[in-house]
Protein backbone atom coordinates (compact mmCIF):
# COMPACT_ATOMS: atom_id res chain seq x y z
CA UNK A 1 0.00 0.00 0.00
CA UNK A 2 1.13 3.54 -0.74
CA UNK A 3 1.01 4.36 3.15
CA UNK A 4 2.87 6.80 5.47
CA UNK A 5 5.53 4.04 5.92
CA UNK A 6 7.05 4.18 2.46
CA UNK A 7 9.11 7.36 3.09
CA UNK A 8 12.18 6.34 1.02
CA UNK A 9 13.29 9.36 -1.06
CA UNK A 10 10.82 11.24 1.14
CA UNK A 11 11.53 15.61 1.44
CA UNK A 12 10.47 17.34 4.13
CA UNK A 13 11.68 15.19 7.45
CA UNK A 14 14.50 17.69 7.95
CA UNK A 15 17.94 16.63 9.67
CA UNK A 16 18.85 13.50 10.59
CA UNK A 17 20.45 12.37 14.71
CA UNK A 18 22.01 12.95 16.59
CA UNK A 19 23.53 9.39 16.87
CA UNK A 20 23.16 8.26 20.31
CA UNK A 21 24.43 5.16 22.18
CA UNK A 22 21.30 5.67 25.07
CA UNK A 23 20.13 2.46 26.04
CA UNK A 24 17.59 -0.01 24.08
CA UNK A 25 14.19 1.73 26.07
CA UNK A 26 14.46 5.09 27.52
CA UNK A 27 11.47 4.26 30.01
CA UNK A 28 10.31 1.28 31.37
CA UNK A 29 6.99 1.54 29.37
CA UNK A 30 9.34 1.34 25.97
CA UNK A 31 10.21 -2.31 27.07
CA UNK A 32 6.29 -3.54 27.56
CA UNK A 33 5.72 -2.37 24.36
CA UNK A 34 8.36 -3.94 22.83
CA UNK A 35 7.38 -7.24 23.67
CA UNK A 36 3.77 -6.34 23.55
CA UNK A 37 4.90 -6.48 19.59
CA UNK A 38 7.16 -9.09 19.82
CA UNK A 39 4.57 -11.64 20.95
CA UNK A 40 1.38 -9.92 18.96
CA UNK A 41 1.58 -12.29 16.11
CA UNK A 42 2.03 -14.96 18.41
CA UNK A 43 -1.32 -14.01 20.54
CA UNK A 44 -3.18 -12.77 17.41
CA UNK A 45 -2.37 -16.47 14.81
CA UNK A 46 -0.94 -14.15 12.53
CA UNK A 47 2.98 -13.41 11.65
CA UNK A 48 5.58 -10.85 11.18
CA UNK A 49 4.45 -9.80 7.85
CA UNK A 50 0.89 -8.70 9.18
CA UNK A 51 2.67 -7.37 11.85
CA UNK A 52 4.63 -5.01 9.66
CA UNK A 53 1.17 -4.45 7.46
CA UNK A 54 -0.33 -3.55 10.64
CA UNK A 55 2.11 -0.89 11.76
CA UNK A 56 1.85 0.07 7.69
CA UNK A 57 -2.18 0.92 8.84
CA UNK A 58 -1.37 3.29 11.62
CA UNK A 59 -3.34 6.79 10.41
CA UNK A 60 -0.71 8.98 9.17
CA UNK A 61 -0.85 11.26 12.43
CA UNK A 62 -0.16 8.32 14.73
CA UNK A 63 2.68 6.82 12.75
CA UNK A 64 4.40 9.72 12.67
CA UNK A 65 3.68 10.47 16.71
CA UNK A 66 6.86 8.53 17.44
CA UNK A 67 8.42 4.50 16.86
CA UNK A 68 6.95 2.75 19.77
CA UNK A 69 3.33 4.51 19.07
CA UNK A 70 3.05 3.53 15.55
CA UNK A 71 4.50 -0.30 16.95
CA UNK A 72 2.23 -0.34 19.94
CA UNK A 73 -1.18 0.34 17.57
CA UNK A 74 0.21 -1.94 14.87
CA UNK A 75 0.17 -4.31 17.24
CA UNK A 76 -3.30 -3.60 18.33
CA UNK A 77 -4.19 -3.27 15.48
CA UNK A 78 -3.57 -7.08 14.25
CA UNK A 79 -4.68 -8.16 17.69
CA UNK A 80 -8.11 -6.19 16.58
CA UNK A 81 -8.56 -7.98 13.28
CA UNK A 82 -8.00 -11.44 14.95
CA UNK A 83 -10.60 -10.13 17.64
CA UNK A 84 -8.36 -10.57 20.74
CA UNK A 85 -9.05 -6.89 21.74
CA UNK A 86 -10.86 -3.65 20.75
CA UNK A 87 -9.82 -0.24 20.80
CA UNK A 88 -13.10 0.71 22.88
CA UNK A 89 -11.51 -1.49 25.89
CA UNK A 90 -8.35 -0.15 25.63
CA UNK A 91 -9.41 4.00 25.63
CA UNK A 92 -11.90 2.10 28.43
CA UNK A 93 -9.24 0.31 30.29
CA UNK A 94 -6.95 3.87 30.05
CA UNK A 95 -9.63 5.75 31.38
CA UNK A 96 -9.88 3.71 34.54
CA UNK A 97 -5.97 3.62 34.86
CA UNK A 98 -6.82 7.72 35.18
CA UNK A 99 -8.99 7.27 37.84
CA UNK A 100 -12.02 7.32 35.67
CA UNK A 101 -14.89 4.77 36.83
CA UNK A 102 -16.42 3.82 33.36
CA UNK A 103 -17.38 0.61 32.05
CA UNK A 104 -15.43 -1.73 30.52
CA UNK A 105 -16.57 -2.72 26.98
CA UNK A 106 -17.19 -7.03 26.71
CA UNK A 107 -14.38 -8.74 25.32
CA UNK A 108 -14.50 -9.55 21.37
CA UNK A 109 -14.73 -12.96 19.83
CA UNK A 110 -11.61 -14.44 18.88
CA UNK A 111 -11.77 -14.88 15.34
CA UNK A 112 -7.69 -16.07 14.03
CA UNK A 113 -6.59 -16.45 11.05
CA UNK A 114 -5.93 -19.97 8.99
CA UNK A 115 -2.86 -20.29 6.88
CA UNK A 116 -0.37 -23.15 6.60
CA UNK A 117 3.03 -22.53 8.28
CA UNK A 118 5.60 -25.07 6.23
CA UNK A 119 8.86 -23.98 8.78
CA UNK A 120 10.12 -21.58 11.27
CA UNK A 121 11.71 -18.69 9.96
CA UNK A 122 10.98 -17.14 6.45
CA UNK A 123 13.52 -18.90 4.63
CA UNK A 124 12.23 -21.38 2.41
CA UNK A 125 13.38 -23.84 -0.84
CA UNK A 126 11.76 -23.16 -4.36
CA UNK A 127 11.85 -25.52 -7.36
CA UNK A 128 11.20 -23.54 -10.07
CA UNK A 129 14.86 -22.36 -11.97
CA UNK A 130 15.17 -18.56 -11.28
CA UNK A 131 13.88 -16.12 -13.95
CA UNK A 132 16.97 -13.86 -13.68
CA UNK A 133 20.53 -14.06 -13.48
CA UNK A 134 23.32 -12.16 -11.94
CA UNK A 135 24.27 -9.38 -14.42
CA UNK A 136 20.76 -9.31 -16.15
CA UNK A 137 19.15 -6.00 -16.32
CA UNK A 138 15.66 -6.10 -14.47
CA UNK A 139 13.03 -3.60 -14.34
CA UNK A 140 10.82 -2.99 -11.31
CA UNK A 141 6.91 -3.41 -12.47
CA UNK A 142 4.70 -0.43 -12.14
CA UNK A 143 2.75 -2.20 -9.06
CA UNK A 144 0.19 -0.76 -7.16
CA UNK A 145 -1.07 -2.79 -4.36
CA UNK A 146 -3.68 -2.22 -1.43
CA UNK A 147 -1.92 -4.70 0.44
CA UNK A 148 1.27 -5.28 1.96
CA UNK A 149 4.32 -5.26 -0.30
CA UNK A 150 8.29 -4.59 0.54
CA UNK A 151 8.82 -3.46 -3.32
CA UNK A 152 9.29 0.68 -2.51
CA UNK A 153 7.72 3.30 -4.41
CA UNK A 154 10.73 4.47 -5.00
CA UNK A 155 11.99 1.82 -7.16
CA UNK A 156 8.53 1.27 -9.17
CA UNK A 157 9.14 1.05 -12.33
CA UNK A 158 13.17 2.03 -12.42
CA UNK A 159 15.78 -0.22 -14.20
CA UNK A 160 18.60 -2.40 -12.28
CA UNK A 161 21.13 -4.79 -12.09
CA UNK A 162 20.52 -7.92 -10.58
CA UNK A 163 23.79 -8.31 -8.29
CA UNK A 164 23.02 -11.26 -5.86
CA UNK A 165 20.65 -14.31 -5.46
CA UNK A 166 19.07 -14.30 -2.45
CA UNK A 167 17.50 -17.12 -0.61
CA UNK A 168 14.08 -18.44 -1.24
CA UNK A 169 11.59 -16.96 0.85
CA UNK A 170 8.28 -16.60 1.88
CA UNK A 171 6.29 -13.70 0.06
CA UNK A 172 5.47 -11.18 2.52
CA UNK A 173 2.78 -9.77 0.15
CA UNK A 174 0.94 -13.11 0.28
CA UNK A 175 1.92 -14.10 3.82
CA UNK A 176 0.43 -10.76 5.42
CA UNK A 177 -2.81 -11.51 4.11
CA UNK A 178 -3.16 -15.17 5.13
CA UNK A 179 -3.21 -16.26 1.45
CA UNK A 180 -0.22 -18.79 2.16
CA UNK A 181 3.30 -18.57 2.49
CA UNK A 182 3.51 -18.46 -1.48
CA UNK A 183 7.47 -18.70 -1.46
CA UNK A 184 9.88 -16.61 -4.43
CA UNK A 185 13.04 -16.50 -5.09
CA UNK A 186 14.28 -13.39 -4.41
CA UNK A 187 17.39 -10.64 -5.94
CA UNK A 188 19.53 -8.01 -4.31
CA UNK A 189 19.17 -5.59 -7.31
CA UNK A 190 21.38 -2.83 -7.79
CA UNK A 191 20.42 1.18 -9.01
CA UNK A 192 22.17 3.78 -9.83
CA UNK A 193 21.33 6.87 -7.99
CA UNK A 194 20.40 9.05 -11.62
CA UNK A 195 18.08 6.27 -12.58
CA UNK A 196 16.18 6.69 -8.82
CA UNK A 197 16.89 10.76 -8.33
CA UNK A 198 17.88 12.37 -11.76
CA UNK A 199 20.87 13.80 -13.30
CA UNK A 200 21.66 16.12 -10.54
CA UNK A 201 21.61 13.33 -7.88
CA UNK A 202 24.39 12.26 -5.85
CA UNK A 203 26.34 9.62 -7.45
CA UNK A 204 26.37 6.80 -5.21
CA UNK A 205 24.58 3.14 -5.76
CA UNK A 206 21.61 1.78 -4.03
CA UNK A 207 20.76 -2.14 -3.66
CA UNK A 208 17.66 -3.57 -2.54
CA UNK A 209 16.43 -7.22 -1.99
CA UNK A 210 13.15 -7.88 -4.32
CA UNK A 211 11.14 -10.79 -4.82
CA UNK A 212 10.67 -12.09 -8.08
CA UNK A 213 7.53 -10.98 -8.76
CA UNK A 214 8.18 -7.62 -8.34
CA UNK A 215 10.59 -7.80 -11.36
CA UNK A 216 10.61 -8.16 -15.02
CA UNK A 217 13.34 -8.02 -17.90
CA UNK A 218 14.33 -4.87 -18.91
CA UNK A 219 13.16 -3.54 -22.02
CA UNK B 1 -9.35 1.49 16.08
CA UNK B 2 -12.36 3.69 14.53
CA UNK B 3 -13.57 4.61 18.05
CA UNK B 4 -12.00 7.47 18.93
CA UNK B 5 -9.82 9.81 16.71
CA UNK B 6 -8.57 11.40 19.34
CA UNK B 7 -4.81 10.55 20.32
CA UNK B 8 -4.17 8.40 23.36
CA UNK B 9 -0.65 8.85 25.11
CA UNK B 10 1.67 6.42 24.06
CA UNK B 11 2.81 5.15 27.43
CA UNK B 12 -1.13 5.13 28.93
CA UNK B 13 -1.59 3.16 25.45
CA UNK B 14 0.67 -0.06 26.45
CA UNK B 15 0.08 0.37 29.84
CA UNK B 16 -3.46 -0.33 29.26
CA UNK B 17 -2.92 -2.78 26.54
CA UNK B 18 -0.84 -4.39 28.86
CA UNK B 19 -3.13 -4.49 31.51
CA UNK B 20 -5.89 -6.26 29.52
CA UNK B 21 -3.50 -8.93 28.01
CA UNK B 22 -1.67 -9.60 31.41
CA UNK B 23 -5.31 -10.07 33.00
CA UNK B 24 -6.11 -12.52 30.36
CA UNK B 25 -2.97 -14.28 30.40
CA UNK B 26 -2.29 -13.71 26.84
CA UNK B 27 1.02 -12.10 28.14
CA UNK B 28 2.81 -12.28 31.80
CA UNK B 29 5.52 -9.81 33.79
CA UNK B 30 7.79 -12.56 33.76
CA UNK B 31 8.10 -12.92 29.88
CA UNK B 32 8.43 -9.29 29.43
CA UNK B 33 10.79 -8.92 31.90
CA UNK B 34 12.84 -11.72 30.44
CA UNK B 35 12.46 -10.03 27.04
CA UNK B 36 13.58 -6.91 28.50
CA UNK B 37 16.73 -7.84 29.81
CA UNK B 38 17.66 -10.09 26.86
CA UNK B 39 17.59 -6.76 25.22
CA UNK B 40 19.52 -4.95 27.55
CA UNK B 41 21.98 -7.07 28.58
CA UNK B 42 22.44 -10.05 26.09
CA UNK B 43 21.76 -9.05 22.57
CA UNK B 44 23.31 -5.69 21.26
CA UNK B 45 25.79 -4.25 19.82
CA UNK B 46 28.87 -5.86 21.77
CA UNK B 47 28.03 -8.69 20.27
CA UNK B 48 28.73 -7.48 16.26
CA UNK B 49 31.52 -5.85 17.62
CA UNK B 50 33.29 -8.83 18.90
CA UNK B 51 32.28 -10.26 15.23
CA UNK B 52 34.08 -7.05 14.42
CA UNK B 53 37.22 -7.58 16.06
CA UNK B 54 37.53 -11.40 15.55
CA UNK B 55 37.57 -10.14 11.41
CA UNK B 56 40.42 -7.82 12.11
CA UNK B 57 42.41 -10.18 14.10
CA UNK B 58 41.59 -13.05 12.13
CA UNK B 59 42.07 -13.24 8.62
CA UNK B 60 40.20 -16.58 7.68
CA UNK B 61 37.57 -15.58 9.68
CA UNK B 62 37.33 -12.26 8.40
CA UNK B 63 37.03 -14.21 4.14
CA UNK B 64 34.27 -16.38 5.91
CA UNK B 65 32.23 -13.37 7.59
CA UNK B 66 32.31 -11.64 4.07
CA UNK B 67 31.44 -14.99 2.32
CA UNK B 68 28.59 -16.15 4.74
CA UNK B 69 27.94 -13.87 6.80
CA UNK B 70 25.09 -15.85 8.92
CA UNK B 71 27.56 -18.54 9.95
CA UNK B 72 30.64 -17.18 10.50
CA UNK B 73 28.04 -15.06 13.42
CA UNK B 74 26.82 -18.46 14.48
CA UNK B 75 30.37 -19.46 14.96
CA UNK B 76 30.44 -16.66 18.03
CA UNK B 77 26.95 -18.18 18.97
CA UNK B 78 24.75 -15.09 17.94
CA UNK B 79 21.89 -16.28 15.95
CA UNK B 80 18.40 -15.44 16.60
CA UNK B 81 15.04 -13.02 15.33
CA UNK B 82 16.00 -10.87 12.28
CA UNK B 83 19.42 -12.79 11.47
CA UNK B 84 18.16 -15.24 9.51
CA UNK B 85 20.29 -14.46 6.93
CA UNK B 86 23.31 -11.73 7.60
CA UNK B 87 24.95 -10.27 4.81
CA UNK B 88 28.33 -8.68 5.71
CA UNK B 89 29.51 -5.77 3.94
CA UNK B 90 32.64 -4.24 4.06
CA UNK B 91 33.87 -1.17 4.15
CA UNK B 92 37.46 -0.10 2.76
CA UNK B 93 39.49 3.42 2.00
CA UNK B 94 37.82 3.45 -1.35
CA UNK B 95 33.68 2.07 -0.76
CA UNK B 96 31.59 3.21 1.84
CA UNK B 97 28.13 1.02 2.50
CA UNK B 98 25.31 2.37 4.80
CA UNK B 99 22.70 0.19 5.59
CA UNK B 100 18.79 1.47 6.17
CA UNK B 101 14.95 -0.13 5.99
CA UNK B 102 12.81 2.62 4.18
CA UNK B 103 9.73 1.06 4.58
CA UNK B 104 10.03 -0.08 8.24
CA UNK B 105 13.19 -0.37 10.70
CA UNK B 106 14.78 -3.78 9.50
CA UNK B 107 17.96 -4.08 11.56
CA UNK B 108 20.39 -7.49 11.95
CA UNK B 109 19.27 -7.64 16.07
CA UNK B 110 21.21 -10.74 16.94
CA UNK B 111 24.56 -8.68 15.93
CA UNK B 112 23.62 -5.32 17.46
CA UNK B 113 20.32 -5.33 19.31
CA UNK B 114 17.23 -2.80 19.15
CA UNK B 115 17.80 0.14 16.40
CA UNK B 116 18.66 3.18 18.23
CA UNK B 117 15.94 6.32 17.49
CA UNK B 118 17.51 7.94 14.88
CA UNK B 119 17.74 4.61 12.69
CA UNK B 120 13.66 4.41 13.23
CA UNK B 121 13.17 8.05 12.04
CA UNK B 122 11.71 9.02 9.23
CA UNK B 123 14.64 11.67 8.35
CA UNK B 124 17.24 8.84 8.04
CA UNK B 125 14.64 5.97 6.58
CA UNK B 126 14.32 9.06 3.92
CA UNK B 127 16.96 10.56 3.10
CA UNK B 128 19.90 8.42 3.04
CA UNK B 129 18.68 6.51 0.10
CA UNK B 130 17.86 9.86 -1.55
CA UNK B 131 21.71 11.80 -0.15
CA UNK B 132 23.61 9.72 1.61
CA UNK B 133 27.08 11.64 1.12
CA UNK B 134 24.92 14.63 2.94
CA UNK B 135 23.18 12.33 5.75
CA UNK B 136 26.59 11.11 6.69
CA UNK B 137 27.83 14.78 6.85
CA UNK B 138 24.92 15.37 9.56
CA UNK B 139 26.06 12.51 11.64
CA UNK B 140 29.89 14.14 11.11
CA UNK B 141 31.18 11.79 8.62
CA UNK B 142 32.51 13.66 5.40
CA UNK B 143 33.73 11.30 3.41
CA UNK B 144 35.69 11.99 0.42
CA UNK B 145 34.63 12.13 -3.68
CA UNK B 146 37.02 9.48 -4.16
CA UNK B 147 34.83 7.16 -1.67
CA UNK B 148 32.25 5.63 -3.51
CA UNK B 149 28.85 5.48 -1.31
CA UNK B 150 26.79 2.13 -1.74
CA UNK B 151 23.17 2.10 0.20
CA UNK B 152 21.23 -0.94 1.22
CA UNK B 153 17.71 -0.70 1.64
CA UNK B 154 16.86 -3.60 3.94
CA UNK B 155 13.43 -4.80 2.07
CA UNK B 156 13.66 -8.45 2.27
CA UNK B 157 14.62 -10.64 5.73
CA UNK B 158 18.10 -10.46 4.60
CA UNK B 159 19.80 -8.17 7.13
CA UNK B 160 22.75 -6.54 7.06
CA UNK B 161 26.12 -5.44 9.28
CA UNK B 162 29.26 -3.47 8.17
CA UNK B 163 32.46 -4.56 9.08
CA UNK B 164 34.26 -1.07 9.51
CA UNK B 165 37.69 -0.44 8.89
CA UNK B 166 40.07 -1.16 11.41
CA UNK B 167 41.27 2.03 12.86
CA UNK B 168 45.05 2.54 12.56
CA UNK B 169 47.57 2.71 15.40
CA UNK B 170 45.92 -0.57 16.76
CA UNK B 171 48.60 -3.13 15.63
CA UNK B 172 49.10 -3.98 19.42
CA UNK B 173 45.61 -3.73 20.30
CA UNK B 174 43.89 -7.47 21.65
CA UNK B 175 40.51 -8.76 20.04
CA UNK B 176 38.81 -7.61 23.60
CA UNK B 177 40.42 -3.71 23.28
CA UNK B 178 39.75 -3.79 19.72
CA UNK B 179 35.94 -4.87 20.32
CA UNK B 180 35.82 -2.36 22.71
CA UNK B 181 36.64 0.98 20.25
CA UNK B 182 33.73 -0.74 18.04
CA UNK B 183 30.69 1.16 17.48
CA UNK B 184 27.06 0.36 16.42
CA UNK B 185 27.16 3.66 14.48
CA UNK B 186 30.17 1.84 12.51
CA UNK B 187 28.35 -0.80 11.83
CA UNK B 188 25.77 0.33 10.49
CA UNK B 189 27.77 2.42 8.24
CA UNK B 190 27.10 5.97 9.50
CA UNK B 191 30.30 6.41 11.08
CA UNK B 192 33.87 5.37 11.38
CA UNK B 193 35.77 3.59 14.14
CA UNK B 194 37.89 5.87 15.97
CA UNK B 195 41.06 4.92 16.70
CA UNK B 196 41.94 4.98 20.80
Given at each position: ?81 S ?25 P ?12 G ?31 A ?25 R??D ?16 P ?20 | ?43 G ?12 T ?30 V ?21 P ?44 S????Y??L ?33
Amino acid sequence: MDGIHDVGGMQGFGRVGPLSSGPPFAAPWEGTAFVIGALAARIAGTNLHAFRHGIERVPPQEYLAGYWNRWTMGAQLMMEDSGIITEAQVRARAARLGGQDVPEPPEPEPHKPEMEVTGPGNLRSVDTPHVFAVGERVRVADLHTTGHTRAPAYVRRRTGTVTAIRPDAVFPDSAAHFRGEDPQHCYQVEFDSRELWGPEAEPFRLTLDLFEPYLEPAA
Amino acid sequence: MTTSREHLDTALRVEALASLLIERGLIDEETVGKFVTTYEQSVGPMNGAKVVAKAWTDPEYRARLLADGTAAIAELEFSGPQGEHIIVVENTATVHHVVVCTLCSCYPWPVLGLPPSWYKDPAYRSRVVREPRQVLREFGLDLGDEVEIRVHDSSSEVRYMVLPERPAGTGDASEEELAALVTRDAMVGVAKVAAP
